[in-house]
């Protein structure tokens, strides 16, 4: 059973940065999209940012110019740089890989990130 660990997480002021990475215990076939997704405290779980197969990106309007996928496609890795953090970023965050053919979405166990004011 493949399993994504993730890494990065942890304590920051606001204004600082932290970057989030996420790594699939194997090798993965057929990967399509990488997204990272958070989730605060009695909030839904909502997607972050997300990356094609392609590298074609896209983001939530509340991090859109603070936050940067990326991914590595050789180490089926994926990345999020976050900027200029506030409070409201404050969440547990997790990465999901989502493969095409057969199809299959993986879960990794989520990182706290807690942004202080």
């Known amino acids: 059973q493949v399993q994504l660990v993730e890494s990065g997480g942890g304590l920051v002021q606001a204004g600082g940065s932290l970057r989030l990475s996420c790594a699939a215990s194997a090798y993965i076939f057929n990967l399509n999209a990488m997204n990272w997704y958070r989730q605060a405290p009695g909030k839904q779980r909502e997607l972050v940012a997300g990356?094609?197969?392609?590298?074609?990106?896209n983001y939530a309007d509340s991090v859109e110019g603070r936050f940067t996928i990326s991914r590595d496609n050789a180490k089926n890795t994926v990345y999020l740089q976050m900027n200029s953090l506030k409070a409201e970023d404050t969440a547990v965050y997790y990465c999901?890989?989502?493969?095409?053919?057969?199809?299959?979405?993986?879960w990794g166990q989520g990182t706290q990130v807690t942004v202080s004011s």
């Open positions: 999901n890989f989502v493969k095409g053919f057969p199809p299959a979405s993986y």
């Open positions: 990356i094609s197969s392609g590298g074609s990106t």
